[in-house]
């Protein structure tokens, strides 16, 4: 019986340490092995108002309050409320990432029948519970009446209120990490109180009779938001905007809530033992090179030391990751017809079911490339920043284990050899193979040229190899720095639409730019107040500002019905020219004057 | 102490055999891991004629043959000795893939020179004199005199015979692998074995007058050369018929070298060791799962089991991979002008500096692309293959271990909420949200479809998630497969030039469509015929087939030099019309009559 080859229980915790340092990927498997390792010693607690309660009262209310609006729930379309739709799909999507790691996925259900085997059903039920439960805070800023916003505000508290309230009760859980409860509520939370803020500034607002304006408080910087989303654009608004800033933030947080309090427990719990293995691989430096575990001191504040710089890294990308500005260039391209300048081949921008299903799925993929990215992201900065410090801090800084700079040292005839190589391609190239005249360059002393080719061939093969491995490295890093972006395909330019997520874009840009083109909706705005009575109020233009602009026109007089409907003309025909997308819409109008009401048609010539 | 810390050899060399296989890199670790853990028994052997006794006799006769030649080397524009051109290049190739693991690097300098620290300088000094070294095995056969030929004949039959000679002489080695010598030399000695078939062809063609024709023997199929390199093309002729054939079958040899009999090296040298340690991981079924190293038959057999389908695996691997015939459109399509077929912007396609560099080393940089290529693809292959040995194979065939079909198992309701979520999606889209017309379709019902978005909107973030971690496997996969074309970049094309290899590409284009345009080379054999008196046999029109194809001309009548000149003229204008790139050509030509001789200039109207 070899008696060494049972391993000892520290011995696979310190493989296991080993393993997750090299891959990258260790924080989720740390944070698990780590919480059933070191198990806390926090008691169970029971918060004053448990989920349960909270949610068996709510519920009914948010079916009552759905019930109870019956007025159009085009929340999508809301250009003023952008960003409260925006904070009510964060909460929607911070509630998505708590679920998949709790274990009472639906609070309405008493715990001890969700313990049983069929947990993952109510799993997949709560995937469609939490919309609905929300459901009343998006819904009751639609109905533009006093009451919902009244209802709205209350709601909103109410939910804020139980929230907080909760955390405070309980702030420390035996869920994982200690705080790890309520930092995965922080974003929920934080949404919440926009949204309290957020209906008490509607209804006062109804009050002072300017329900119709979308000039409301909004909790975005002006200039940042001038700048990332210029004008408003009523579908893709609440996306973009919630994308922008809103979810990334959330990632982050939720990133960071897993990653650096795991950082810190491996600092904490660092033993010998587990210093003594890395001194073993030869990853730490030590006097010691046998391993035999003994004064190790020196090499436990090496590895700690380590420890510290990694978590300063990880602090300082979360900061950078932030910003993920969205693009509208491709939509306002499209708006004027200019297909070929967004697409590689023209396409029919016409609604079909493929574009449909895309354009619903939209907000979801957005959202689920941005996790990918991000958590991509930072196993490369991850891996990256184990290089540098293994590679460079601690040889430098304790003077041993400098394998690298000794590869590097041996091999500078190797590099040299490369170097001089391309030098004098370059220089040969220009004075000896180019015949330089003032206006053009031509070949010359072919046969110099083809016998240095042949000579240079086995060189340059070794720099052609180089040239790869950077190929490889800028290719694999551009696709993981642009993977959260849909609108650049990962595939080349034939084949691009097999990348799901550019596929996606792609039919969801259709759906935008045949139904909502600025152009049409300022020709409905200005219709609505050709047929209005002189005096009365209409719709304000701020709600189609950029058709307006794009048809660069002056405030409509009020004089001759012949010579408005001459200028319409005038228009129509000028403005067709600049958006060809639009005529196919025309048509469409034409052919069928019994369109759906709710359909935004353009005015007949 | 604690004793059980300090690893016995076996253990470590059990971890390294784990580690090797869960990364995919072990072929070439193994290679060297086992040539020092299990030394052969192989005796040195000295052949009869050691190579340093070969090197001091060839070189100087290399030398004097190279000045011996002072005829035009312009070896790469050879049209029909592209075969032998691409036997050099594959020599240098291969000498360059030997040059690297030797131990002596230049067999002309004595070994005890060498065992010093310069070794690295040796091996530097040994890039620039193979090449030197077997010139004038490509020399011999652009002087185009029996004499020449004759000299080719005899060196190739010299080099072919020695290398036979030595590997008879000595077929074993102790270096890394028992048939390592061999298996490394055999693609050199199959180049040359070409190449001494092919001079006698030659000579023997001179003697019966038909040295002008390039209908010389080929040592390629008809039809397969016919459809991939469908005419000839001076310049890059050799390099594509080199590259589509010559070396990814010598990279495969040379893979197949280092893998196969590793494979079978670790399948013998399997002790029962290494099965317990791989059941202690969890990666072989056993129904011991302690891993105390007892009855260990049947997992040894089942490790064994799996190396055997691995292999076999390999060796279909290599059979697929050969085959990477290269893409002429871009050439062709640039010969008529459409640059912006090919290129994403418009280009000037004139020499410079950069491209002429780039034509120089295009050549090399094909061949390490296409080394990095399959080496990563051998990696994936092997990752995926293990995989799905570990996942699928051992499971079934054994029963035990399916951890994986569990997960499957337990998460089928997950897997079918989202199938279910899809085909909802794309039914309420067709049947609810579309309104069907004849010839159009028109989004309806509004209201409902901003409803079933926001309901869906968790569900469809985990559908984001698979289609997220497709996006990462294809465009991962893309890229690999299309990592050895440089015509394809593998970058957004936006951003394309700053993949290197695409680079290279796009520049070594601007120097083949500027200098070798088919219809220019047409133009200037039909200005040598006409100047040359009637009757004399002019340049065979085989030389220029593709200039003239692409002019649709019929055999030039031999009266009237009006009638000749007014349809020369008629015909410039007609190309020049089909062929736009080479208006600049032409330009210069005119405003520069005194050009460089060898250049090809279009006739003047």
Known sequence: MHHHMVWSQKEWLGLLYLCSFLVGLNETMC??????MFPNVIPDCDPTISPRLYHTCMAPI???TCIATPG??????????????AAVFGILFSSLCVLVLDSDPLPLISDSSQHNRGKEYWK?????????????????????????????????????????WQKVDCPQSPKIYRYYSVLSYVPIILCLVVLSLWYPALLIRSFT?????PALPCPLPAGWRMESVPSPCEWAGPFLEYHSLGHPLQVALLLLVAVVPTIQIVRVEMTKDVVVLLVQFGLVPSENPSGVPGNMEMELSTVKYYLWSLEGGWLSWVQLAS???PRRNNLKALYQGAVLDVFYKAHILRPSRQAVVCWMSFAGFQTAFVCLGLLIQQVIFFICSVAFTFLFVIPLQSGTNTYFFKILQNMWPFWLTLVVTVIVQNLAAHYQFLEQHPLWKELTNRRALYIVSYLFFPINILVGVLAGLWRMVISALYNAIHFCRLDISLLNRSVETFDPGYHAYCHYLKIEVSQSHPVMKAFCLLLLQLSRPEGQPGLRPSNVEEGIQ????????????????????????????NNPSLIACRKTALSDPTANGTRLSPPKP
């Open 209 to 213: 009779g300017q329900e119709d304006s």
């Open 62 to 64: 948010s079916v009552s």
């Open 323 to 325: 910003g993920l500005p």
């Open 31 to 36: 944070v698990f092995f780590l919480s059933s």
């Open 72 to 85: 159009p729930a085009n929340f999508l379309e809301e250009e003023g409320n952008r960003g409260l739709v």
């Open 124 to 164: 997949i039920l709560a995937l469609l519970y939490y919309p609905a439960f929300y459901y009343p805070l998006v819904a009751c800023a639609t109905v533009r009446h006093r009451a919902s916003y009244l209802v709205g505000c209350l709601l909103s508290w109410c939910h804020c209120v139980v929230h907080i």
């Open 550 to 577: 794009l048809m660069q026109t002056k405030k409509v007089p009020s004089s001759r019905a012949k010579f408005r409907q001459s200028r319409a003309r005038w228009w129509l025909a000028y403005t067709l020219l």
